[in-house]
């Protein structure tokens, strides 16, 4: 009987819906017993988050507009271009060049390209895998200096850019070796 209802997925549901709630009881009750007055501490905690949120808002629409600049203005496609050939000699889906080049970037451009993909080729084939692993084995690097580094005013990211790209790099290739060994 509980595994029908494993199964069909009711229990697991019904657990993920309950963790943000008991999560917030349980920091409600440890606050009363701490005698801490819970309320306030939050309203005083929503306070400081909108001025970081004020802070924050320039860095992140100069960002958003740097990647809808990069992405409509073809020059994404003209790199694409380039980078075929190479794909094509070593036998890797095209289909995930457009994953491995806006990941970096944009966390939610790389989510819409991993969903596309899914409805064109599904979850289960090689090119949902190898876009699944890679989309957890890399990060949104530009996003991450831009963001945070630009809120708290750090001006030479050349390292840190650099290492956050080599990171990224390997991520993309460890996922096509390993994926293709064990798929």
Known sequence: MWINYLQSGIIIKYITNLIIPLMVLIIIIYGVRKK?????VFIDGSKESLGMIK???????????????????GF????????????????????????????????????????????NYGPDSFVGILSSVMQG?????LYVITLYFGSIGIKKIRYALW?????????????????????
Do not use: W
């Not at 801490?36 to 306030?40: E, Q």
């Open 76 to 119: 994404l496609s003209f790199i694409l271009s380039f980078i075929k050939p190479l794909f094509s000699h070593f036998q890797i889906p095209l289909e995930i060049l457009p994953m491995a080049v806006i990941r970096p970037i944009s966390g939610s451009a790389s989510l819409a390209i991993l969903n596309s993909i899914y409805q």
């Open 36 to 40: 801490i007055d819970v309320y306030d």
């Open 163 to 183: 290492a956050g790209l080599c990171a990224d790099l390997i991520g993309i290739l460890a996922s096509i070796i390993i994926v293709n060994i064990l798929f």
């Open 137 to 141: 084995s890399t990060d949104t690097t």
């Open 55 to 73: 802070d924050l808002f320039p860095t992140f629409l100069a960002m958003i507009l740097g990647v809808n600049i990069l992405i409509n203005s």
